[in-house]
Protein backbone atom coordinates (compact mmCIF):
# COMPACT_ATOMS: atom_id res chain seq x y z
CA UNK A 1 0.00 0.00 0.00
CA UNK A 2 1.33 3.82 -0.80
CA UNK A 3 2.54 5.50 2.08
CA UNK A 4 -0.63 7.91 3.22
CA UNK A 5 -2.90 5.68 1.49
CA UNK A 6 -5.08 3.99 4.20
CA UNK A 7 -5.41 0.02 3.73
CA UNK A 8 -8.64 -0.92 2.59
CA UNK A 9 -9.61 -3.51 5.63
CA UNK A 10 -8.91 0.04 7.81
CA UNK A 11 -12.46 1.61 7.41
CA UNK A 12 -14.19 -1.62 8.00
CA UNK A 13 -12.49 -2.41 11.14
CA UNK A 14 -12.79 1.20 12.41
CA UNK A 15 -16.73 0.47 11.72
CA UNK A 16 -16.88 -2.95 13.53
CA UNK A 17 -15.43 -1.48 16.31
CA UNK A 18 -17.78 1.61 16.81
CA UNK A 19 -20.66 -0.57 16.36
CA UNK A 20 -19.42 -3.14 19.39
CA UNK A 21 -18.76 0.14 21.48
CA UNK A 22 -21.80 1.01 20.65
CA UNK A 23 -23.52 -1.91 21.90
CA UNK A 24 -21.94 -1.91 25.12
CA UNK A 25 -24.61 -1.43 28.48
CA UNK A 26 -24.81 2.29 29.32
CA UNK A 27 -22.59 3.07 32.19
CA UNK A 28 -20.51 -0.52 31.59
CA UNK A 29 -20.82 -3.91 31.36
CA UNK A 30 -19.80 -7.38 29.38
CA UNK A 31 -20.40 -8.43 25.98
CA UNK A 32 -20.24 -11.83 24.78
CA UNK A 33 -20.49 -13.95 21.88
CA UNK A 34 -24.76 -13.07 21.76
CA UNK A 35 -24.30 -9.77 22.37
CA UNK A 36 -24.56 -7.54 25.78
CA UNK A 37 -25.00 -9.94 29.22
CA UNK A 38 -27.81 -9.25 31.47
CA UNK A 39 -27.45 -9.31 35.11
CA UNK A 40 -28.07 -13.43 35.24
CA UNK A 41 -24.68 -13.70 32.65
CA UNK A 42 -22.56 -11.27 35.14
CA UNK A 43 -23.66 -13.08 38.02
CA UNK A 44 -22.53 -16.09 36.12
CA UNK A 45 -19.00 -15.08 35.07
CA UNK A 46 -18.38 -13.28 38.60
CA UNK A 47 -15.69 -15.43 40.52
CA UNK A 48 -15.10 -13.32 43.11
CA UNK A 49 -16.54 -14.25 47.14
CA UNK A 50 -14.87 -10.92 48.74
CA UNK A 51 -13.31 -7.92 47.38
CA UNK A 52 -11.64 -5.60 48.73
CA UNK A 53 -12.45 -1.45 47.43
CA UNK A 54 -11.45 1.72 48.45
CA UNK A 55 -13.96 4.35 49.11
CA UNK A 56 -13.54 6.60 46.30
CA UNK A 57 -14.22 3.67 44.08
CA UNK A 58 -17.03 2.45 46.13
CA UNK A 59 -18.84 5.97 45.38
CA UNK A 60 -17.85 6.35 42.11
CA UNK A 61 -19.67 2.64 41.45
CA UNK A 62 -22.76 3.35 43.64
CA UNK A 63 -23.20 6.55 41.80
CA UNK A 64 -22.69 4.43 37.94
CA UNK A 65 -25.38 2.08 39.75
CA UNK A 66 -27.92 4.75 40.40
CA UNK A 67 -27.77 5.07 43.69
CA UNK A 68 -27.81 8.96 45.35
CA UNK A 69 -25.19 10.26 48.06
CA UNK A 70 -27.71 9.48 51.01
CA UNK A 71 -28.02 5.92 49.45
CA UNK A 72 -24.50 5.37 48.89
CA UNK A 73 -23.15 6.59 52.38
CA UNK A 74 -25.98 4.31 53.59
CA UNK A 75 -24.84 1.05 52.12
CA UNK A 76 -21.24 1.74 53.03
CA UNK A 77 -21.69 2.49 56.78
CA UNK A 78 -23.96 -1.05 56.59
CA UNK A 79 -20.94 -2.63 54.83
CA UNK A 80 -18.33 -1.13 57.44
CA UNK A 81 -20.39 -2.81 60.62
CA UNK A 82 -20.78 -6.24 58.82
CA UNK A 83 -16.91 -6.00 58.84
CA UNK A 84 -14.68 -8.43 61.41
CA UNK A 85 -11.02 -6.32 59.67
CA UNK A 86 -10.29 -3.22 58.12
CA UNK A 87 -7.70 -1.83 56.34
CA UNK A 88 -5.79 0.91 58.18
CA UNK A 89 -5.67 4.16 56.19
CA UNK A 90 -2.14 4.68 54.46
CA UNK A 91 -1.06 1.24 54.33
CA UNK A 92 0.04 -0.99 51.49
CA UNK A 93 -2.84 -1.75 49.46
CA UNK A 94 -3.87 -5.65 49.35
CA UNK A 95 -3.47 -7.87 46.51
CA UNK A 96 -6.07 -7.27 43.98
CA UNK A 97 -7.73 -10.38 45.02
CA UNK A 98 -8.34 -9.19 48.30
CA UNK A 99 -6.01 -11.81 50.26
CA UNK A 100 -4.13 -10.55 53.14
CA UNK A 101 -1.46 -13.28 52.90
CA UNK A 102 -0.23 -14.01 55.77
CA UNK A 103 -1.27 -11.23 57.67
CA UNK A 104 1.20 -8.95 55.65
CA UNK A 105 -0.81 -5.97 55.39
CA UNK A 106 -1.71 -3.67 58.45
CA UNK A 107 -5.43 -5.13 59.73
CA UNK A 108 -6.35 -4.70 63.15
CA UNK A 109 -9.58 -6.36 64.95
CA UNK A 110 -11.69 -4.32 67.81
CA UNK A 111 -11.49 -6.56 71.12
CA UNK A 112 -13.58 -4.15 73.77
CA UNK A 113 -16.46 -6.17 72.93
CA UNK A 114 -14.86 -9.65 74.05
CA UNK A 115 -12.90 -7.91 76.97
CA UNK A 116 -16.09 -6.62 78.48
CA UNK A 117 -18.16 -10.02 77.71
CA UNK A 118 -15.04 -11.86 79.00
CA UNK A 119 -14.54 -10.22 82.32
CA UNK A 120 -18.00 -10.02 82.70
CA UNK A 121 -17.72 -14.09 82.89
CA UNK A 122 -15.02 -14.32 84.85
CA UNK A 123 -15.47 -11.79 88.13
CA UNK A 124 -19.44 -11.73 87.94
CA UNK A 125 -20.74 -14.30 90.99
CA UNK A 126 -17.53 -14.54 92.67
CA UNK A 127 -18.78 -14.79 96.32
CA UNK A 128 -17.97 -14.44 99.90
CA UNK A 129 -18.12 -17.39 101.93
CA UNK A 130 -19.05 -17.80 105.74
CA UNK A 131 -20.97 -14.41 106.49
CA UNK A 132 -23.43 -15.06 109.15
CA UNK A 133 -26.93 -14.49 109.51
CA UNK A 134 -28.09 -16.15 106.29
CA UNK A 135 -26.04 -12.90 105.24
CA UNK A 136 -24.15 -12.93 101.40
CA UNK A 137 -22.06 -10.51 99.72
CA UNK A 138 -21.28 -11.49 95.61
CA UNK A 139 -20.04 -9.51 92.49
CA UNK A 140 -23.09 -8.90 90.75
CA UNK A 141 -22.54 -7.18 87.36
CA UNK A 142 -20.50 -5.41 85.33
CA UNK A 143 -20.41 -1.58 86.06
CA UNK A 144 -18.62 -0.57 83.56
CA UNK A 145 -15.75 -1.46 81.11
CA UNK A 146 -13.83 1.76 79.32
CA UNK A 147 -10.87 2.16 77.13
CA UNK A 148 -9.55 -0.12 74.18
CA UNK A 149 -8.50 -2.65 73.08
CA UNK A 150 -7.48 -4.35 69.87
CA UNK A 151 -5.31 -7.31 67.80
CA UNK A 152 -3.38 -6.03 65.02
CA UNK A 153 -0.82 -7.45 62.54
CA UNK A 154 1.81 -5.98 60.60
CA UNK A 155 4.14 -7.85 58.01
CA UNK A 156 3.05 -11.05 60.00
CA UNK A 157 4.01 -9.66 63.77
CA UNK A 158 0.78 -10.01 65.42
CA UNK A 159 0.50 -6.83 68.08
CA UNK A 160 -2.10 -7.21 71.10
CA UNK A 161 -2.48 -3.55 73.17
CA UNK A 162 -5.77 -3.17 75.35
CA UNK A 163 -5.69 0.00 78.49
CA UNK A 164 -9.35 -0.84 80.32
CA UNK A 165 -10.65 0.61 83.30
CA UNK A 166 -13.75 -1.83 84.56
CA UNK A 167 -15.70 -1.54 87.66
CA UNK A 168 -17.39 -4.54 89.17
CA UNK A 169 -20.86 -4.09 91.11
CA UNK A 170 -20.56 -6.59 94.70
CA UNK A 171 -23.64 -6.30 96.59
CA UNK A 172 -25.16 -8.39 99.66
CA UNK A 173 -26.71 -8.49 103.19
CA UNK A 174 -24.63 -8.45 106.15
CA UNK A 175 -25.97 -8.34 109.84
CA UNK A 176 -29.48 -8.06 108.01
CA UNK A 177 -28.42 -4.71 106.09
CA UNK A 178 -28.15 -4.20 102.32
CA UNK A 179 -24.43 -3.60 101.56
CA UNK A 180 -23.00 -2.45 98.13
CA UNK A 181 -20.02 -0.95 96.49
CA UNK A 182 -17.81 -1.50 93.77
CA UNK A 183 -14.52 -3.47 92.81
CA UNK A 184 -11.81 -1.13 90.69
CA UNK A 185 -9.39 -2.13 88.12
CA UNK A 186 -8.05 1.06 86.98
CA UNK A 187 -5.73 -0.24 84.99
CA UNK A 188 -6.25 -3.28 82.80
CA UNK A 189 -3.33 -3.12 80.35
CA UNK A 190 -0.78 -4.99 78.65
CA UNK A 191 1.92 -3.01 80.40
CA UNK A 192 1.51 -4.97 83.59
CA UNK A 193 3.26 -8.50 84.24
CA UNK A 194 1.11 -11.57 84.21
CA UNK A 195 -1.96 -9.88 84.55
CA UNK A 196 -1.47 -8.71 88.41
CA UNK A 197 -3.46 -5.91 87.47
CA UNK A 198 -3.69 -3.39 90.56
CA UNK A 199 -7.39 -3.96 92.51
CA UNK A 200 -9.41 -1.19 94.62
CA UNK A 201 -12.37 -2.26 96.39
CA UNK A 202 -15.26 0.67 97.64
CA UNK A 203 -17.97 0.80 99.49
CA UNK A 204 -21.33 2.46 99.29
CA UNK A 205 -21.60 3.38 102.95
CA UNK A 206 -17.21 3.20 104.29
CA UNK A 207 -18.10 4.24 107.69
CA UNK A 208 -20.76 1.62 108.24
CA UNK A 209 -20.11 -0.91 110.27
CA UNK A 210 -21.68 -3.98 108.18
CA UNK A 211 -20.18 -2.33 104.73
CA UNK A 212 -16.75 -2.83 106.62
CA UNK A 213 -17.76 -6.24 107.32
CA UNK A 214 -18.63 -7.05 103.77
CA UNK A 215 -15.49 -5.65 102.56
CA UNK A 216 -13.53 -7.71 104.77
CA UNK A 217 -15.41 -11.07 103.48
CA UNK A 218 -15.03 -10.03 99.86
CA UNK A 219 -11.17 -9.40 100.14
CA UNK A 220 -11.23 -13.34 101.22
CA UNK A 221 -11.74 -13.95 97.69
CA UNK A 222 -9.10 -12.08 96.50
CA UNK A 223 -6.84 -15.33 95.44
CA UNK A 224 -9.49 -16.19 93.27
CA UNK A 225 -10.12 -12.88 91.37
CA UNK A 226 -6.50 -12.82 90.82
CA UNK A 227 -6.33 -16.21 89.49
CA UNK A 228 -9.77 -15.11 87.11
CA UNK A 229 -8.16 -12.31 85.94
CA UNK A 230 -4.98 -14.21 85.44
CA UNK A 231 -7.16 -16.19 82.78
CA UNK A 232 -8.24 -12.85 81.28
CA UNK A 233 -4.71 -11.75 80.72
CA UNK A 234 -3.90 -15.63 78.98
CA UNK A 235 -6.44 -15.42 77.05
CA UNK A 236 -6.23 -11.68 75.35
CA UNK A 237 -2.69 -12.20 74.81
CA UNK A 238 -3.40 -15.54 72.65
CA UNK A 239 -5.55 -13.89 70.13
Known amino acids: TPRGTRHPGAAAAATNAASQRSSLPRGGGCVSSQGPCGPDDMAANDKTGSIFVAKDKFSQAASDCGLSE ?13 SSQRIIAGATPPREDAANVNQWHWSEMDLAPWCKERLSALLVGIEAEGVPNKGWVR ?28 AVTWKGSVDYDDVEGSLLLPYVSEDVTDGDFEIKWSAKQPNESSHKMALRYMQKQLPIIKERLKTFYDEINAK
Open 70 to 82: EQSKLLWTKLAES
Open 139 to 166: LTSLESCTGEASVSNRKGKRIIAYELNV
